[in-house]
Each structure stands twice: as structure tokens, then as C-alpha cells.
């Protein structure tokens, strides 16, 4: 008979699991960046644990209704999203990630995010800790550097961080 929690554990991998490779760090990054971009605050949700920890910027909270609740009001806020991330450093569990983003207040201010976050990760390769620090910087729309459709992941041939000096 099949253990049901062992069904639902599997059903919630999300692979590349630890111990991580560079490339598994890689992969790992670049599906988070694909689903932030989504603006989707559930679909986003369900890559962390249940009980998942973060802090971001001066906010801490826990479980994936707090990740929903907070993406939910982020994404009101910040309209127009595009965000690039970029594996910094890995090891067996943890993942550190630079990354920026780009987008617009109500009143059409423009603004570019650069941040840093140092991601832990179960067994399962769901994130069971987050911790963001972000600081926000006003822009010219002239002066935005992040192009594609928002309702497509960031195109392989977009520039990334490094790419772009940021």
C-alpha cells in the first residue's frame, strides 16, 4: 500500500532536487525567474514548502498563504514586472541569486530593483527559506533596459545581468 504522504511529497518535487550541481543551481534560477514573471502568485507559491520562511526587504512571514497574500499586493504595486535572475553561488542545499527587475508605479514612475537572495531548499527541491534584500532605484522610461512580452518568459537571447552590467 502507498504511504500518502510519500504520494503527496512526490507530487510537490520540484527537480532539480539537492545535492545541486552549477547547472542544477543554473536551471534552478532560471525556472524561478519563468514563474515570477508569470505574475502568478499561487503558481508561484507552490515551489516553496508549505511553512516556507521569508524575509523580504523588512517583511518576515511564513506558509505559502503569507507568499500569496504578499505577491498578491507586490504585483498590484509594481505594474509591468520583468525581472532577470542570476545564480551567484550554490552548494549541496542553498542557492545565492543576484537579480534586478524593472517596472512602473501607478502614476507611470518607473523604477529598476536590484536585489539579492539566499535560497534553502528540502529534499523534494522545494524552497523551505528566503531571505531578499532589495533596493529600489527611480529610472527613466528611457532608460529601461528590459524588453519582451510580458505574457512570455524572459527570450534566450534577452541579455542577462552580467550581459547587460547590472
Not at 550541481?21 to 502568478?40: H, I, L, M, P, Q
Amino acid at each position: 500500500m502507498t504511504d500518502p504522504d510519500a504520494v503527496s511529497h512526490a507530487e510537490e518535487a520540484r527537480p532539480p532536487v539537492p545535492p545541486f550541481s552549477r547547472d542544477d543551481a543554473v536551471t534552478k534560477v532560471r525556472r524561478a525567474e519563468d514563474a515570477w514573471n508569470t505574475r502568478d502568485p499561487v503558481r508561484v507559491s507552490l515551489a516553496y514548502t508549505p511553512d516556507s520562511r521569508w524575509r523580504n526587504r523588512s517583511e518576515i512571514f511564513a506558509g505559502r498563504d503569507a507568499i500569496v497574500e504578499f505577491l498578491t499586493r507586490k504585483w498590484a504595486k509594481e505594474l509591468d514586472y520583468r525581472l532577470i535572475k542570476e545564480m551567484w553561488a550554490f552548494g549541496d542545499d542553498r542557492i545565492a541569486v543576484r537579480f534586478a527587475y524593472e517596472w512602473h508605479d501607478h502614476d507611470g514612475a518607473w523604477f529598476r530593483s536590484y536585489g539579492n537572495e539566499n535560497w534553502q531548499f528540502d529534499e523534494r527541491g522545494l524552497m523551505a527559506r528566503r531571505h531578499a534584500s532589495i533596493n529600489d532605484i527611480a529610472i527613466d522610461e528611457a532608460d529601461r533596459l528590459f524588453h519582451w512580452d510580458l505574457s512570455e518568459p524572459r527570450p534566450s537571447d534577452h541579455p542577462g545581468l552580467s550581459e547587460l552590467d547590472l
